[in-house]
Nanobody, 121 residues
Framework: QVQLVESGGGLVQPGGSLRLSCAAS????????MGWYRQAPGKQRELVAA???????NYADSVKGRFTISRDNAKNTVYLQMNSLKPEDTALYYC???????????????WGKGTLVTVSS
């Protein structure tokens, strides 16, 4: 009964920017950490960036200084601003959130279906 829906992916030229959004909806009492992962063809899924409910962030070394994660707790939404994009950033980007439901005892991990980012000239 919890859904994560990503948006904002697309085709962009090297050096360009994109902003991904992920909105959580459904039976939500509280959202803890939220994050973005990506999976390129033939590679394992990897963490791109994460943010706690208090706003602390961490990033993969490969995106530090280029990507910025943020969240709007009132909207249950997490964002990923991606600048100076490179061809190696091409991947399916997934949203992840740790969510406690109103009747739950422990938070559970939820995933979106992914949004494709292609960086190519």
């Amino acid at each position: 009964q919890v859904q994560l829906v990503e948006s904002g992916g697309g085709l962009v030229q090297p050096g360009g920017s994109l902003r991904l959004s992920c909105a959580a909806s459904g039976s939500i009492f509280s959202i803890y950490a939220m994050g973005w992962y990506r999976q390129a063809p033939g590679k394992q899924r990897e963490l791109v960036a994460a943010i706690t409910s208090g706003g602390s962030t961490n990033y993969a070394d490969s995106v530090k200084g280029r990507f910025t994660i943020s969240r709007d707790n009132a909207k249950n939404t997490v964002y990923l601003q991606m600048n100076s994009l490179k061809p190696e950033d091409t991947a399916l980007y997934y949203c992840n959130a740790e969510i406690l439901s109103p009747r739950g005892w422990d938070p559970m991990d939820y995933w979106g279906k992914g949004t494709l980012v292609t960086v190519s000239s």
